[in-house]
């Protein structure tokens, strides 16, 4: 496969498709920062190998922690300090990895230490005002590089001034509450959240919690629209505490989309409807298009409708699951009837503006489609051949592999961007032919 373009051909076939996704970047990420605030070792088992971990795990090293990483078996073994980093200064680089910049910035905020993040140019663009506002707040100096509360910068010791409130707006993105929350115990006075903005919880704030909860720190309080850490509190977990990575579910929902538009019955092994992760929202959303889902002992399976049926238009939230935006908006070509896709205006600011980029390459394959501030309807039609801009963006590239598999002879522009999340993305699409 090219580095340059990937050429989708029409998928012609009649067997099932079984497939297996990576690990999940949202839990492997959190896990590896819970590993490290933890005291002693802990085992991760399905972990996400990606740009995105590797940028997380090599700034683990970068900052004196004991990383040892078996890729073939999917494990990482973390050595941790029980809320302590053992290098008191020093400089890491979290590349494109929001998670990364998110969790390791609160990390080494709330440290005492002098450090260096340094980011990529993509990264340097997304918001983190809220985070460093609430950072500074506690006492921490941050010092702005280049521009005021973006990245790059330089983080300087924590002054001890009393605080231990703060006020987080989430309307751009939970990561700042997650990010909080988990180095929360670094705090020793505890800590307050106070939440404002439409997102006060959601599914990756209840991904955050859960897994706070399994490495051993029960006592989170929400109330009021503020959650509550209580002081002295620590992550409880024995040495050699083993924590098993759930596969990634929003990986699992491109092929769940290939199923519905394509009427073969796919399954993603060893995901299930039981999953933690907010993106399983997306089968139910499918089943109510009109395919078939069933339970199986592999995992789940999806099917479409079979033709002369199609799928049927709908008018769907997807606030709480919309890194799944791209599918729906791929998916919807194929419907019977208009779908609108409605509260996900805080995609503009993640790795593209994947609003606008969703209606750009919609109206670049001859689908009309009605761009709002903070929604989009789209109306089905019959996809034209042509080149999907990716805008570096990884879902903008394994979305719109869907409907190239319907039309053939469509162009996928640097692919190799999927390597953030899935980086043998491709490779598994290729698979689908034999």
Do not use: W
């Amino acid at each position: 496969m090219s580095t340059d373009v990937y050429k989708v051909r029409r998928l012609e076939r009649k067997k099932d498709i079984v497939v297996e996704v990576p690990g999940s970047k949202s839990i492997t990420n959190r896990a590896l920062l819970l590993a490290a605030l933890s005291d002693g070792i802990t085992i991760l088992k399905g972990t996400l190998f990606s740009d995105d971990s590797r940028y997380f795990l090599k700034s683990l090293k970068s900052l004196g922690f004991l990383v040892d990483i078996d890729q073939e078996s999917k494990t990482v073994i973390v050595e941790g300090k029980g809320g302590k980093i053992p290098n008191p200064s020093g400089e890491i680089n979290v590349g494109s990895a929001g998670t990364a910049a998110r969790f390791l910035t609160a990390m080494l905020g709330l440290s005492g230490g002098t450090y260096t993040i340094n980011a990529s140019e993509q990264m340097k663009k997304r918001p983190m005002r809220e985070l460093f506002a609430a950072l500074e707040r506690l006492g921490v100096k941050i010092k702005y590089i280049e521009n005021e509360y973006h990245l790059p910068v330089v983080i300087e010791g924590r002054a001890d001034n009393g605080v231990n409130n703060i006020t987080l707006d989430t309307n751009e993105s939970t990561q700042f509450l997650s990010a909080m929350l988990m180095t929360g115990v670094m705090n020793e006075n505890g800590i307050s959240i106070r939440v404002t903005g439409e997102r006060k919880t959601g599914a990756y704030v209840n991904i955050t919690r859960k897994m706070m909860g399994s490495f051993g720190l029960k006592n989170v309080e929400y109330k009021d629209d503020t959650y509550y850490i209580k002081p002295m509190s620590k992550y409880n977990t024995e040495d050699g505490f083993i924590y098993q990575i759930e596969p990634d579910v929003s990986a699992a929902c491109y092929f769940y989309g290939i199923g519905a538009v394509t009427g073969i019955r796919t399954i993603v092994k060893n995901v299930f409807m039981s999953s933690m992760q907010g993106d399983i929202k997306f089968v139910q959303v499918l089943k109510d298009m009109g395919c078939t889902v069933e339970k199986t002992d592999d995992g789940i399976s999806v099917r479409g409708p079979v033709k002369p049926d199609r799928l049927k238009g709908i008018d769907i939230d997807m606030n709480n699951f919309s890194d799944q935006a791209l599918t729906m908006a791929a998916v919807s070509i194929f419907a019977d009837g208009p779908v609108t896709i409605r509260n996900i205006g805080h995609i503009r600011m993640q790795e593209s503006d994947r609003l606008s980029g969703m209606a750009c390459e919609l109206k670049k394959m001859g689908i009309r489609c009605e761009e709002k501030k903070d929604k989009i309807t789209i109306y089905p039609g019959t996809p034209k051949p042509c080149s999907i801009e990716t805008y570096e963006d990884h879902r903008m590239a394994m979305a719109f592999t869907i409907p190239g598999l319907i039309t053939g002879n469509m162009e996928i522009l640097n692919p190799m961007c999927c390597r953030k999340t899935f980086e043998n993305y491709f490779q598994v699409i290729d698979s689908l032919y034999e």
